[in-house]
């Protein structure tokens, strides 16, 4: 069975960090695509950051400030973010398939809260 687990949301003030980590079972992250999507109340699902092959995808809004990893021998993805705003306040979500925009495994999610 496919599981991934988010951990490492909070409440933190504007300028602050939080590092997001998502650990996968029963699948393997390694020659697959990872992602971070954030949903905010009343907004649509966006894609905040994905890595693949070495590659990493950042949307505008957090270039510079999110920083997507992964530990392989731990199965384990990550995203920094440094330089938090109220605005990248919402339910992170670790994702994962053979698609970046497209993922096949969701993590069930973690909250973001920037506070001003």
């Known amino acids: 069975q496919v599981q991934l687990v988010e951990s490492g949301g909070g409440s933190v003030q504007a300028g602050g960090s939080l590092r997001l980590s998502c650990a996968a079972s029963?699948?393997?992250?390694?020659?697959?695509?990872v992602s971070w999507f954030r949903q905010a109340p009343g907004k649509e699902r966006e894609r905040v950051a994905s890595?693949?092959?070495?590659?990493?995808y950042y949307d505008d809004f957090v270039k510079g400030r999110f920083t997507i990893s992964q530990d392989n021998a731990k199965n384990t993805v990550h995203l920094q973010m440094n330089s938090l705003k109220p605005e990248d306040s919402a339910m992170y979500y670790c994702?994962?398939?053979?698609?970046?925009?497209?993922?096949?495994?969701w993590g069930q999610g973690t909250q973001v809260t920037v506070s001003p």
């Open positions: 994702a994962a398939g053979a698609q970046c925009a497209t993922p096949d495994a």
């Open positions: 029963g699948y393997t992250i390694n020659g697959n695509c």
């Open positions: 890595m693949y092959a070495g590659f990493r």
